[in-house]
């Protein structure tokens, strides 16, 4: 196997996963038990697919980092691959799958325009803070990844 089709194995076996684990997680999301809270790192829109792709709980998500309650979006913005920090490892986590530092910050937000072109019935805004939301667009974006293949 050359390079190129070992890169290209891996990248497709990477996107197979993100979309399971956004699947995954948004599945969980309907869920009327999952407690979801947007300005809570470890409950939050990257905190509940944080979860899916490590195992980790949202309190294990949030010891992890010594209880430091920062957004998702300001960590990605402020992250660098060799700061040290101890959230470095969870970005590395996610990255690992095919997800991007703007990635990141868009699910945060809910604000990437080709994922919100791609929601069932077309585009719309989401709120940030409704875990119905969210999971519509973890699904968009499930979607949009399949369809890129």
């Known amino acids: 196997m050359t390079l190129t089709e ?20 948004s599945k969980r999301l309907e869920m009327d038990d999952v407690e ?25 998500i949030v010891d992890s980092v010594d209880f430091q309650l920062d957004e998702w ?22 990255e690992s799958h095919g997800m991007s530092h703007s990635d990141i910050v868009h699910l945060e ?5 080709k994922v919100l072109d791609n929601l069932e019935g077309g585009f719309r805004y989401l709120r940030r803070n409704v875990k119905e939301d969210v999971a519509d667009y973890m699904r ?3 979607d949009l990844i399949e369809k890129s293949r």
Do not use: P
Request: hydrophobic share 30%.
């Open 6 to 25: 070992t890169h290209i194995a891996s990248t497709v076996s990477s996107n197979h996963f993100l979309v399971d684990a956004l699947r995954s997680t």
């Open 36 to 60: 979801y809270q947007w300005g809570h790192m470890g409950q939050c829109n990257a905190g509940h697919l944080i979860q899916t792709i490590t195992g980790m709980s949202s309190y294990e």
């Open 73 to 94: 979006s300001e960590h990605a913005r402020d992250y660098c691959s060799s700061t040290g920090s101890k959230v470095e490892d969870l970005f590395r986590a996610i």
């Open 109 to 113: 937000n809910l604000s990437d325009k």
């Open 140 to 142: 968009s974006f499930a």
